[in-house]
């Protein structure tokens, strides 16, 4: 597969034979309050989508994750995709690996696409739009996953008046079960949200919120796997010292704390409701929660969560 571009900016080159069935995008929705939108994770494409050239910028963890799963749902076509990476020998095997065209050069991947991903870290977003402005123009979406970058900090760095939304996805997206918290900037419109939508649909569900609420979203659902994995090993530990063997009581804990968030998630019901569903009369759960109160559980995770929103406001001033 040969991994470069023409000098001159391609206007349909792309993918100019794309065949795509007609397929639609399904949105499960649910309101959750007057300003925020749940999206049920569909495996659907638009033909709009089906039709943009894609140009991830900074295929690591989180863009590989990002791209393999549009390619394995073919919401893009691998002759539509562009990606980069910093070292040429690992921009060669992606290429290999992922069947698409993955440079070291951010300008030239970014030339004549139609939505590009910025997958780069807080530090040298600035850096990297400053490459690519030139190649940008007020038909180009761009969509960002850097933490704590302000949608209006990509505007300022960019002359066009260019549609810009940002997305805070999480790394449970590996599977298929991420949440991601999405917001629009000044140009971008709701045709660039639903576009955004769709794509990180691909790997679970999204919410749309107010860009003031974002670094909210990345101490809750984007720092929370940590603290939620953190739950799930003590429960585990738990069940060794009551006499389980540690992948039996792994298992145990595992489950029932995905079984737990998922009647959560079906049933609409509030948690504190669920809660007393369980617990009943002297039994042993109400035990169990006391030693809970008493440790304090319930106020550490909310003051983590805010420790973690503090934090997320930050990131982008750091060198």
């Known amino acids: 597969m040969q991994n470069t571009y023409p000098n001159s900016r391609p206007k349909v080159s792309w993918c100019k034979d794309r065949q795509v ?33 894609l140009t991830v910028l900074g295929t690591g963890k989180l863009g590989g994750i990002l791209l393999r799963a549009y390619l394995k749902q073919e919401l893009f076509a691998p002759k539509c995709v562009r990606a980069t990476v910093q070292h040429a020998e690992k921009a060669k095997a992606l290429g290999k690996e992922l069947g698409v065209a993955v440079t070291t050069e951010n300008r030239k991947a970014a030339q004549g696409a139609d939505i ?17 402005a030139p190649e940008l123009n007020e038909k180009t979406l761009v969509i960002s996953v850097a933490a704590s970058v302000p949608t209006n900090y990509i505007e300022q760095h960019v002359t066009a008046k260019i549609p810009v939304v940002r997305a805070m996805p999480n790394t449970p997206s590996t599977v298929g079960c991420g949440m991601t918290g999405i917001c629009r900037g000044a140009h971008a419109g709701a045709e660039h949200l639903e576009i955004a939508r769709a794509m990180f649909s691909a790997v679970g569900r999204t919410v749309v919120v107010d860009e003031k609420n974002m670094d909210a979203v990345t101490g809750l659902s984007a720092s929370g796997p940590a603290f939620a994995y953190i739950i799930l090993e003590s ?22 704390m995905k079984g737990a968030a ?30 809970l109160e008493e440790g304090k559980l319930r106020v550490t995770l909310i003051k983590a969560v805010v420790k973690a929103t503090s934090r997320a406001g930050e990131l982008l001033f750091e060198k």
Do not use: F
């Open 262 to 291: 998922s009647v959560v998630l079906e049933t609409g019901d509030h948690p504190a409701l669920l809660k007393d569903a369980v617990t009943t009369p002297a039994g042993c759960t109400i035990d169990g929660i006391l030693e």
């Open 235 to 256: 429960l585990a530990e738990a069940g060794v010292k009551v006499g389980l063997a540690r992948d039996v009581a792994t298992l145990l804990a595992a489950q029932t």
């Open 21 to 53: 069935p007609g397929l639609h995008l399904n949105t499960g929705r649910t309101m959750v309050d007057a300003d925020v939108l749940v999206v049920k994770n569909v495996c659907t494409m638009t033909q709009k989508l089906a039709e943009k050239r």
């Open 116 to 132: 590009v991903l910025l997958c780069v870290k807080p530090k040298v977003m600035g850096e990297v739009l400053r490459e690519i």
